[in-house]
Structure formats: C-alpha cells, structure tokens
C-alpha cells in the first residue's frame, strides 16, 4: 500500500477526451499534439494500473467517418487495448459539439433533432457494447436555454424523460445491459441547464419508467461550481443506492470549469469523499474527468494521470489511518451518543405517549460537549502527515 501503486483493482478509468486533451481552450489553440486513440490507451498503459478507457463516440470514431474509416481505427484501437490489457468501461454520447445541437438534443424544440439525438446515442450504444462498456453516461450538455422565452421547462423534463424510457428500454432490447449514469453539470455550457445537480436528477430518476437501471455521475468539480457541498451529493447518491459512476477532478470554487487533477485543488474535500467511497464500499469505476494543464507536454501528461491515480491511494490510505486513529476513536465515541432510551424507533400511538410524557432534561444534553475543534485539527494533522 505504501508505494501507492495502482492496480486493475483499484478501476481507475480515464477518457479519451481526458488524457488526449490537447491544451485547447476557449481562448486558445492547442498546444499538445492530437493523439489518435491508440495513442491514449498506449499512454495509459505507460502511466500503469489504469483499468479502463471511457469514450464518447466522436472521440473514438469521427462524426464524419465513412465504414471503412471506422473500422480501421477500432482494429488499431482493440489492438490497443489488448497490447495494454486496459479495457472500455463507460461509455458515452456527444451530444454537444456538432451544430445540430446547438439548442439542445433530447430536449430541442425540434423534433427531428429529437430524433437524431435519440438515433445517434442508440449507434453510440452499439459502439460501445461492441467494445465492452457497462455503464452509460449521460451528460446533457446543451440541455437548456439561454432565455425560458426559448421553451417551456417542464415540456422539456418531459421531452429528456421520453428519451431517456427510450434509450433504456433499447438496452433492455438489445441486451446490452447498461446501467445509465445521469451527469449533471449546472452552469456550462448553456445559459441555464436542465437538471443541474444530483439532487434534481435523483428527483428525475424515480419518475422514469426504469428507476432502478438509471442512477447518477457525479463530479466534483460540478457540485463545485455551484458552491456546494460534493461529499454530500454523493453521499445522496450513495444514500438513494444510485451511485453508478464517479467523476474525479478538482476546481477552485466559483472559477470557469477547470477539470484539474483529483486533489490538487482542495485535498481536504478530496479526502473526505475518498473516505465516504471508502467506508461505504463503493465498487463502481472511479474515472477521471479531467486534463492535465495547458502547459504540459506528453510526459507530464503521464505524469498526470499518475498523479490523479496516486492522490487518490494516498487518500484511501489517510482514511485507514483515520479509522484507526486512536484520538479520532476516542473523540467519536465522546460526540456520538446513540445509547440513550429514548430511541426513536418506529410510530405507534403508545410510544408517541411515551415519548410526549418523558422527561428530557434540554439544558443538560446542550451542556454535553462536542469537540469538534479537536476532531478537525486531528483531522488536518493527520492529512499533514504530522
Ligand atoms: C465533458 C463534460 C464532462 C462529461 C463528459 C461526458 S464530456 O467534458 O464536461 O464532465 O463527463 O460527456
Ligand atoms: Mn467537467
Ligand atoms: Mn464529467
């Protein structure tokens, strides 16, 4: 453990569009070479431990790509994959880069796009069966308006929904057997997106006429951007048994969209989600979303993705510390105190009389302490090394 090296076990998964990322951004070109996928999966097995690669459909096969063309980079791409034993895990739909989509997909104003939408993700679906994946993801990335002039809001839920019972129920058809992953991101790259937070998809999710094979990705930089608490979105998430996909990636609260690498931002934040994954066994991919800077060249692209896998361990390791710790033990035992008789239990009429005729002394229980100075600066200390 201590050498912090990845391994298949640990389903570290990266995209196409992360680690082939070449530095363009909305203000610039790029400034790294464009790799074909091969090229990523080769640079992926060079950095070591990556179990899977995740791909949109235009990232592997582009959108203009004749039969013949695809099939010339799927053999180079499985060769690939083979000469490096990483597999495809996720995969996913570009459904925001081509003009088409400019007012949305799924839930456009036009029904012929609509329907394209819908027929470009089922090809999307069979591309990525066809190479391994399980878990679909769905980022709505124009999903929105600039103006509600533009469309009513609760037609378009209404339009995302029907894509989404039809999309699933083509899995069920085909036997692909995904488990979809609903991403939301809340303020890029339209003006106003639909379903902005894990909590809005989860509410989205139970009026599906699958509920129980759509489940949610979340992303830290996401809940980040919108100031809030991402422990606690996946906490939900976990809580709802709808955690089919984590996003890793940092972001400086209230900055443009950052994708930087796991931890390098907030380790604080990092560790208290790597210790929430953790303690409640999540098994699912753990993928990273993000690039490495404009600045880097090819072997600190590797480095990177090192790096993201690395703080991720390092995490998983302070955790188990901080489980084990004896002070963090002790002050755990001084603020949790669920020995009480006045257990809350399930209603009935007789412990509801009981409780009303209890006598609960308030002003003792708010003199009991709860010393949470002392647990953060443990905590802290122990994330320092100290
Ligand atoms: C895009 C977005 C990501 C999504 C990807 C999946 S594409 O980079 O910002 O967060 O996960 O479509
Ligand atoms: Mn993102
Ligand atoms: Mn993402």
């Given at each position: 453990m201590?050498a912090f090296n990845p391994s298949f076990a640990d389903k570290f998964t990266f995209?196409?569009?992360?680690v ?23 640079l992926l097995g060079e950095a070591g431990g990556v179990l899977g690669v ?30 490096t034993g990483i597999r495809?895990g ?195 991919y753990k993928?990273f ?13 590797v480095e990177?993705a090192r790096g993201s896998m690395r703080s991720y361990l390092?995490?998983k ?70």
């Amino acid at each position: 453990m201590t050498a912090f090296n990845p391994s298949f076990a640990d389903k570290f998964t990266f995209g196409l569009w992360t680690v082939g990322n070449p530095g363009r951004d909305p203000f610039g070109q790029p400034t790294r070479p464009l790799l074909s996928p091969a090229e990523i999966v080769d640079l992926l097995g060079e950095a070591g431990g990556v179990l899977g690669v995740n791909f949109h459909d235009n990232d592997l096969i582009p959108i203009d790509a004749n039969p013949h063309e695809a099939n010339a980079i799927k053999r180079e791409f499985r060769a690939a994959l083979e000469r490096t034993g990483i597999r495809v895990g996720m995969g996913t739909v570009n459904l925001f880069g081509d003009p088409v989509f400019k007012d949305g997909a799924y839930t456009s104003n036009d029904a012929d796009v609509r329907a394209y939408a819908v027929h470009k993700t089922m090809h999307a679906m069979d591309l990525a069966a066809e190479l391994g994946a399980d878990i679909w993801v769905m980022w709505g990335g124009r999903e929105g308006c600039e103006t509600d002039a533009a469309k009513d809001p609760v037609e378009a839920l209404s339009r995302y929904r029907d894509a989404i019972n039809y999309l699933v129920n083509y899995s069920i058809d085909k036997g692909h057997n995904y488990k979809f992953a609903m991403e939301p991101k809340p303020n890029e790259p339209r003006g106003h997106i639909y379903l902005p937070t894990i909590g809005h998809c989860l509410a989205f999710i139970a009026t599906l006429e699958h509920p129980e094979l759509v489940g949610v990705n979340p992303e830290v930089a996401h809940e980040h951007m919108a100031g809030l608490n991402f422990t606690h979105a996946v906490a939900m998430a976990l809580w709802a048994g709808k955690l089919f996909h984590i996003d890793l990636n940092d972001q400086e609260f209230g900055r443009y969209d950052q994708d930087f690498r796991f931890g390098s931002v907030n380790p604080k934040h990092a560790f208290n989600l790597v210790r929430l994954l953790e303690d409640h066994s999540y098994s699912g991919y753990k993928h990273f979303d993000s690039h490495a800077y404009r600045t880097s060249d090819r072997d600190d692209v590797v480095e990177f993705a090192r790096g993201s896998m690395r703080s991720y361990l390092i995490l998983k390791d302070k955790a188990r510390q901080w489980n084990a710790d004896p002070m963090i033990q002790e002050l755990l035992g001084v603020i949790n105190r669920d020995n009480s008789s006045h257990q809350l239990g399930s209603y009935s009429t007789e412990s509801a009389t009981a409780l009303k005729e209890a006598s609960l002394d308030r002003t003792e229980f708010a003199s009991r302490p709860l010393p949470y100075e002392k647990l953060d600066q443990r905590t802290n200390e122990i994330l320092l090394g100290v």
